[in-house]
């Protein structure tokens, strides 16, 4: 199975910040990578698709980035509701695979 | 506007069977694959089935093939996902999404598998 790892898995941030997490995976995945943003008591949302394509209504200070093995999700200007975890997740290979996460919280 | 409702979950004892249901609207339901993604306590996702548009492909991973049957019923647009032989740790949150990028979750349903 294809292996996402993600870094950090936690981060303390600032309203304002800039943030960037990154997402490796084990082998090529291409760009079928997408992300998605889970706040605590909700089920996720899709934030990008195909690694670097805002979702519909998606904020403009979220971006995605990378292809092959690497791939980065950037908030500039970080707002408090953004405070949530973020999972990628493979597509290209069966079976699926998602990372573990990164979770923001505040400083 | 898009819905999914899951239904079903519950406590369970190791070893027997439930099974979940995910009613749809707002979307040409027979048109799309579907999905059931889990996530146990305090832990992340994984993807557990995939059923294709008719129903006539379905895939698994490794953890619950020959445990679980997604399907689906286009007329009544709903989801199902029968879990058989459950083990302790099928204990988890399940959410059906709609497929192709996942743009759709419902909000998901508790699965407890406990003696």
């Known amino acids: 199975n294809t292996v996402m790892t993600q870094s950090p898995t936690s981060m303390f941030i600032s309203v304002g910040d800039r943030v960037t997490m990154n997402c490796k995976a084990s082998?090529?995945?291409?760009?079928?990578v997408d992300w998605y943003q889970q706040k605590t008591g909700q089920s996720p949302k899709l934030l990008i698709y195909?690694?670097?394509n805002r979702y519909t209504g998606v904020p403009d200070r979220f971006t995605g980035s990378g292809s092959g093995t690497d791939f980065t999700l950037t908030i500039s200007n970080m707002q408090a509701e953004d405070l949530a975890v973020y999972y990628c997740l493979q597509y290209n290979y069966n079976p699926p695979t998602f990372g573990g996460g990164t979770k923001l919280e505040l400083k | 506007e898009v819905q999914l409702v899951e239904s079903g979950g519950g406590l369970v004892q190791p070893g027997r069977s439930l099974k979940l249901s995910c009613a749809a609207s707002g979307f040409t339901f027979s048109s799309f694959a579907m999905a059931w993604v889990r996530q146990a306590p305090k832990k992340g996702l994984e993807w557990v089935a995939t059923i294709t548009s008719g129903g006539s492909n379905t895939y698994y991973p490794d953890s619950v093939k020959g445990r679980f049957t997604i399907s689906r019923d286009n007329a009544k647009s709903t989801l199902y996902l029968q879990m058989d032989t459950l083990r302790s740790e099928d204990t988890a949150t399940y959410y059906c999404?709609?497929?192709?990028?996942?743009?759709?979750w419902g909000q998901g349903v508790m699965v407890t598998v406990s003696s």
């Open positions: 195909g690694a670097s």
């Open positions: 999404a709609k497929d192709g990028g996942y743009d759709y």
């Open positions: 082998q090529n995945v291409g760009t079928n």
